[in-house]
């Protein structure tokens, strides 16, 4: 404490040698002391607000007897996730109808291959190519 004193002293020593010097030693520290308490009410109020904004966020309810706290954000995620399910079983269909259709587009190419192959060899086509529909082709 005495050196605390000491030094408190020494720096409000006015000389007429070092006054500006001091002066500026004292801007400095009561800069620093100011920066400092101005962060510290900084920092308190956004911790306030931030315990401000979940308590309104959240929902109190009772359940057996008990207050229960129950976030909205939950009851708002319900309805973005089930809008979400349904565009993924919506594009899900449309995928199923679009596979259908290649693999239709796939049954007439073989048909046509089979037959043209019916028409240049006159033989028994290969295995994969026997359970396949045969089409007329006319010219």
Known sequence: ??????????????????????????LCALFLVMGSVGSVIIFQNYRIRQAHRRSENLQVELVDGHLKEIEKE????????????????TTAISLNKQIEEVQKEVELWKAIETNKYLINSKTVPHKCMQNTPKLRITW
Not at 74 to 89: A, D, G, I, T
């Open 74 to 89: 939950l009851q708002q995620l319900r309805p973005s996730y089930e809008s979400l399910v349904r565009k993924h079983r």
């Open 1 to 26: 404490m005495h050196s605390l004193l000491r030094t408190f002293g020494k720096i409000c020593n006015y000389t007429n040698k070092g006054m500006e010097h001091h002066r500026s030693i004292i």
